[in-house]
T-cell receptor, first 111, second 112 residues
Framework: RKEVEQDPGPFNVPEGATVAFNCTYSNSASQSFFWYRQDCRKEPKLLMS???SGNEDGRFTAQLNRASQYISLLIRDSKLSDSATYLC????????????FGSGTRLQVQP | DGGITQSPKYLFRKEGQNVTLSCEQNLNHDAMYWYRQDPGQGLRLIYY???????QKGDIAEGYSVSREKKESFPLTVTSAQKNPTAFYLC???????????FGPGTRLTVT
């Protein structure tokens, strides 16, 4: 079982649609969770941290379910510019403060 | 402008040659990381350093070496012992007491 698992997609959605991605993680002791966005052939960029109570940043909402060990990202009113790969990221090893990255979910927003 | 720079953006080498990838940051971050990304895969940790003059192996350190002589700089050498060196190499840094990492633009290495 992968430590951080995501559906690779692609998710093809029309502009204006709402789309949700889920991610599961294997280490129940993990404390920090993030969503990163990666454009084609570019570096990952931090999209948002994920807090236990859930958090929102504009059109983006992140949720954490510790009991089921999954994280979700909801994007409302999708824009063409949202097309990218979304990486679910979890800290698995507090000793080295390193992050474990999922393979990513690809989103393609169609006009 | 604060940030992380990596050079060069593209690098081509012949098999059997060592090559050094540069990573510099002016964010005053203590911790720095090197990852490798292969097509369709997640990032894998090669080496990390939490403080100057100290570094630790990550999950796939074989065939790589690093140094951390200055806070701002964390160069990665890909040696001829690395069996599949062609990949996208990403350097990241992190501020103390946080987990968020910030990435440089990456170096795409092709070895033929």
């Amino acid at each position: 079982r992968k430590e951080v698992e995501q559906d690779p997609g692609p998710f093809n959605v029309p502009e204006g649609a709402t789309v949700a991605f889920n991610c599961t993680y294997s280490n129940s002791a993990s404390q920090s969770f993030f969503w990163y966005r990666q454009d084609c052939r570019k570096e990952p960029k931090l999209l948002m941290s994920v807090y236990s109570s859930g958090n929102e940043d504009g059109r983006f909402t992140a949720q954490l379910n510790r009991a089921s060990q999954y994280i979700s990202l909801l994007i409302r009113d999708s824009k063409l510019s949202d097309s990218a790969t979304y990486l679910c990221v979890v800290n698995m090893d507090t000793g080295r403060r390193a992050l474990t990255f999922g393979s990513g979910t690809r989103l393609q927003v169609q006009p | 402008d604060g940030g992380i720079t990596q050079s060069p953006k593209y690098l081509f080498r012949k098999e059997g040659q060592n090559v050094t990838l540069s990573c510099e940051q002016n964010l005053n971050h203590d911790a720095m990381y090197w990852y490798r990304q292969d097509p369709g895969q997640g990032l894998r940790l090669i080496y990390y350093s939490q403080i100057v003059n100290d570094f630790q192996k990550g999950d796939i350190a074989e065939g790589y070496s690093v140094s951390r002589e200055k806070k701002e700089s964390f160069p990665l050498t890909v040696t001829s012992a690395q069996k599949n060196p062609t990949a996208f190499y990403l350097c990241a840094s992190r501020a103390t007491k946080t987990y968020e990492q910030y990435f440089g633009p990456g170096t795409r290495l092709t070895v033929t």
